[in-house]
């Protein structure tokens, strides 16, 4: 029912900035909750940050300060900004939406997020 495409991944140094966007098809974006995920190699996947339809975040202690979850319902897009970046946020990131109706999540394919000197 949704399709998510992320992008804004790269390479960026220790204490860099990236901002991570997800596209959103579907009429009906500003009714999903919409979170980042991410997963780094050899680990869980776990939650970054989410935000409800209303507006409200909430975010992992090991991010808090540093990252920023927002949403643009009119463009349909999901953002993360990343600021003061460290190693251990390398991951892949990943977007998800939850529809509030059926509670299904819906994945983006992935953005790569390298920290490294």
């Known amino acids: 029912q949704v399709h998510l495409v992320e992008s804004g991944g790269g390479l960026v140094e220790p204490g860099g900035s990236l901002r991570l966007s997800c596209a959103a098809s579907?009429?009906?974006?500003?009714?999903?909750?919409m979170a980042w995920y991410r997963q780094a190699s050899g680990k869980q996947r776990e939650l970054v940050a989410s935000i409800t339809s209303g507006g409200r975040t909430n975010y992992t202690d090991s991010v808090k300060d540093r990252f920023t979850i927002s949403r643009d319902n009119a463009k349909s897009t999901l953002y993360l900004q990343m600021n003061s970046l460290k190693p251990e946020d390398t991951a892949v990131y990943y977007c998800?939406?939850?529809?509030?109706?059926?509670?299904?999540?819906?994945w983006g394919q992935g953005t790569q997020v390298t920290v490294s000197s």
């Open positions: 579907g009429r009906f974006f500003s009714f999903y909750a």
């Open positions: 998800n939406a939850e529809n509030p109706y059926s509670g299904n999540n819906h």
